[in-house]
């Protein structure tokens, strides 16, 4: 990548970490402005254009990046549960790491999932599909569950993750501690559900 490319990421990324940066609990993407956010990456608002079409590019960009980012941190979650350990209980925490760590990537998806803007809509409900199809997947090659169980299970733990980040979010540190416990609980509750809902089709 010669120097001007490697120019023109920089400034791309500095755009999308001020944006970010800027997003907090009384404040959603569709409050900021082009100029705030220019001014936060300390470029001039002329130069936006070279990086992103307008402002809903940005967030667009931004809800890809934050689903991703949530997706490689459970992916993790996962292996250092394959090395020992609850993985209902690791990935919760690691799912309360990703919170604590980086707040602001939870908050796009929270908060555009049931915005005004359809193409927001949209990209979130698509970030959650990953979700959901990865735990699909997952569940199916670790247990013995059918496809449709698999999927019913991988769309409740979702749902109660998602719930419970949005909760957990602007959560002093011992009350989020607490829900992360009964996060935990009630994971495996589904959980044990859909084991004792396959043995009995098993046994039909």
Known sequence: MGIRAQQKEKTRRALVDAAFNQLSAERSFSSLSLREVAREANIAPTSFYRHF????????TMVDE?????RQMMRKGRQ??????SLIRISVETFMEVLDS?????RILLHERSGTSAPFRGAVAR????FISELVHYTETTTNRSHDL???QAEALVTLVFNAGAAALDMKRADRKALAERLVIQLRMIAKGAEVIQEKQDNR
């Open 53 to 60: 079409k307008d402002m809903n590019e940005l967030g667009l």
């Open 66 to 70: 934050g689903g991703l980012t949530l």
């Open 80 to 85: 250092r549960a394959e090395a020992g350990g």
């Open 102 to 106: 980086n707040p602001n990537v939870f």
């Open 127 to 130: 970030e959650i599909e990953h």
């Open 150 to 152: 698999a999927r019913a």
